[in-house]
């Protein structure tokens, strides 16, 4: 991914020449405005965009991702390329405003995404611009969706008549969750489009610590997370105190009640997960409260984790089984005391269900298999 920053005079082009475009051998133009793919600080989008446009590239698809430039997500910018894509920072929508107009004119589908901050605006040029493109709307935040709807009767991030005007609404949850956008927000044509994984990014690697965690949990703090997490990670290492803890991740308040077996990293980035991870026995997932609510919405963070070959503790939400059969490739626990059980499974058992999580993911999960299948739903 080429970089573009936009200045008060204008793109400044850093990008894909325009004579060499056509060597590229383009299929298909997506142009994509989203919340970001720069950085993966504090969010989950970035590293699941990235996956994405990567397998689109490789299929020989262009993408060009509009960002708004926010100081949070510049101070924590870990990617500024992608082979075969272009990212497009800018300050404020009106200083793209022309060139973005240019890019849906000539894209064969545009796509607004949830947390998007232009969202609004990119909708209105969309459908006052994309009379050939397909339109789409991509929620990554169903769950999110649908509470603050319901909640506050509005979401921010949302037209205000809605979805109807969309071609077609991509839904990162699936199940009851595409009846209610079709109900509450009016979306014509619905499709989940799950998490997935790149396993070029992730997967087994050597464990960077000698000292292997027995349980380790990865992921940004989160109230409605906290009771799980206490169950299912902090009571067992209470419990099991010559045993070793591994939390990574941010925002964790000084009154986290930390146990003298809890080691903490602070952010880890996606390029060291996979270290992160291997240098597990045992990983937890634990989902947020909105997604464990409607059911069949994995995470990316447990794609990535199977993908590197370690096996998941996963506390229980309805559609688990679409994705990882319970048992042989996943282990489920809602308690303390299943937790413990999980915890003290023999070595060769726990690799055996890692082995079997990572055979599945990489027949099923990956972004080169969601990257197919978001084309497939963009020509129908």
Request: hydrophobic share 45%.
């Amino acid at each position: 991914m080429c970089a573009s920053h936009v200045t008060s005079n204008g793109p400044v082009r850093l990008g894909v020449p325009a004579q060499v475009r056509p060597l590229l051998n383009i299929r298909m133009k997506l142009v994509v405005f989203g919340l970001t793919v720069s950085s993966s600080w504090g969010n989950g989008h970035a590293t699941l965009w990235r996956g994405l446009i990567r397998a689109l590239a490789r299929m020989g698809h262009l993408v060009t991702f509009f960002e708004r430039d926010v100081p949070y997500y510049a101070q924590h910018r870990d990617l500024t390329r992608i082979a075969g894509a272009e990212l497009v920072l800018y300050p404020q929508f009106r200083d793209i405003a022309r060139e973005a107009r240019r890019r849906i004119a000539a894209a064969d589908a545009v796509i607004v995404t949830s947390y998007c901050p232009d969202a609004s605006a990119a909708t209105a040029l969309i459908l006052d611009t994309a009379t050939c493109a397909r339109r789409v709307y991509y929620d990554l935040d169903t769950p999110v969706t649908l509470a603050q709807l319901r909640m506050r009767g509005k979401v921010e991030y949302l037209p205000a008549d809605g979805l109807g005007a969309f071609d077609l609404v991509l839904s990162f949850t699936g199940g009851g969750a595409l009846e209610e956008l079709r109900r509450q927000l009016g979306a014509r044509q619905v499709a989940p489009l799950y998490g997935h994984v790149d396993p070029d990014a992730h997967r087994p690697v050597a464990a960077v610590d000698p000292v292997r965690s027995d349980l380790s949990y990865l992921g940004t703090y989160a109230a409605d997370r906290q009771p799980a997490l206490e169950r299912m990670f902090v009571a067992p290492a209470r419990q099991l105190q010559r045993r070793r803890f591994v939390l990574g991740g941010t925002g964790y308040p000084e009154d986290f009640p930390w146990q003298q077996n809890i080691w903490f990293v602070n952010h880890v980035a996606p390029a060291d997960h996979p270290a992160f991870f291997g240098s597990s026995r045992l990983t937890l997932n634990v989902t947020r409260a909105d997604m464990s609510e409607l059911g069949y919405c994995p995470s990316g963070r447990l794609f990535e984790a199977a993908a590197c070959g370690v096996p998941v503790l996963s506390d229980c939400w309805s559609g688990l089984d679409e994705f990882f059969t319970p048992g042989e490739e996943i282990l489920l626990a809602d308690s303390t005391e299943e937790a413990l059980r999980a915890i003290g499974m023999p070595d060769d058992e726990l690799a055996r269900i890692g082995c079997a999580a990572r055979s599945r993911v990489l027949a099923q999960h990956t972004s080169a298999q969601r990257a197919q299948q978001l084309v497939r739903l963009l020509g129908s």
